[in-house]
C-alpha cells in the first residue's frame, strides 16, 4: 500500500463545475495535510493546508478532511481553464515531522 | 522575498562527469531535501537534512550526496551521474517541526547523456 495515494486521472470537468479530487493516506499519526498544485514543469506551490477534522475553505477551494477514514479532499469551485494542472496530495510524517510525503498526483483539465 | 533557489535550471551532462547542483534559502529553515520528479512515480526524496551536519537519506539515494555546511545552502552531488538520473530535480526547505509547508526551488531539469 502507498503511504499517499491518489487517482491519476486525469480528471476532466467543464468550466464552472466543481472539481472534486481524493486523496487517502496510511499514516495514522499523521496531522498536517497540503494540496499543492504544479503547473507542467514548474515547481509545486502550496495552495491549502488543512491540520484538523472537517472543511476549510480559501476562495474558490475548499479542502476536507476525515482523519478516521484517513482521507483528504480538495473541492475546486467554478472551475476555470487555467485550474488545468497537476495536484498533489502530501502528508507530513508523524515519525519525521520534517519529511513530507507525497502522493503521485492527480491531474486536472477543466475544459472551456 | 522568501525563496528557495537552484542552479543551474538546466543542465545537459555526460556520463561519469561529477556535477553539482546548488539550493540555497533566505528563511533560515531548519529542513531541507531534495526530491526527484518522474513521469508516474511523483515526487521522492533523496535525502534530507534536519539542520547543518545532520543529513539521512531519502528514499531513493542512491548515486547522490549531499552536504550541510551551512544552514542556508544544501547541495546536491553527483559523482559519476547515469542516463537513470536524468530527471527533474526540486529543493525544498521548510522550518522543522509544527505544522509548516515546505517551500520549494524552481527546479533543475537534468539530462545526462
Known amino acids: 500500500q502507498k503511504e499517499v495515494e491518489q487517482n491519476s486521472g486525469p480528471l476532466s470537468v467543464p468550466e464552472g463545475a466543481i472539481a472534486s479530487l481524493n486523496c487517502t493516506y496510511s499514516d495514522r499519526g499523521s496531522q498536517s495535510f497540503f494540496w499543492y498544485r504544479q503547473y507542467s514543469g514548474k515547481s509545486p506551490e502550496l495552495i491549502m493546508f488543512i491540520y484538523s477534522n472537517g472543511d476549510k475553505e480559501d476562495g474558490r477551494f475548499t479542502a476536507q478532511l476525515n482523519k478516521a477514514s484517513q482521507y483528504v479532499s480538495l473541492l475546486i469551485r467554478d472551475s476555470q481553464p487555467s485550474d488545468s494542472a497537476t495536484y498533489l496530495c502530501?502528508?507530513?510524517?508523524?515519525?519525521?515531522?520534517?519529511?513530507?510525503?507525497f502522493g503521485q498526483g492527480t491531474t486536472l483539465q477543466v475544459k472551456p | 522575498e522568501a525563496q528557495v533557489t537552484q542552479n543551474p535550471r538546466y543542465l545537459i551532462t555526460v556520463t561519469g562527469k561529477k556535477l553539482t547542483v546548488t539550493c540555497s534559502q533566505n528563511?533560515?529553515?531548519?529542513?531541507m531535501s531534495w526530491y526527484r520528479q518522474d513521469p508516474g512515480l511523483g515526487l521522492r526524496q533523496i535525502y534530507y537534512s534536519m539542520n547543518v551536519e545532520v543529513t539521512d537519506k531519502g528514499d531513493v539515494p542512491e548515486g547522490y550526496k549531499v552536504s550541510r555546511k551551512e544552514k542556508r545552502n544544501f547541495p546536491l552531488i553527483l559523482e559519476s551521474p547515469s542516463p537513470n538520473q536524468t530527471s527533474l530535480y526540486f529543493c525544498?526547505?521548510?522550518?522543522?517541526?509544527?505544522?509548516?509547508?515546505?517551500?520549494f526551488g524552481q527546479g533543475t531539469r537534468l539530462t545526462v547523456v
Open positions: 525544498a526547505s521548510s522550518h522543522r517541526g509544527g505544522p509548516t509547508e515546505a517551500f
Open positions: 528563511m533560515n529553515h531548519e529542513y
Open positions: 502530501a502528508v507530513k510524517s508523524s515519525s519525521n515531522t520534517g519529511k513530507l510525503i
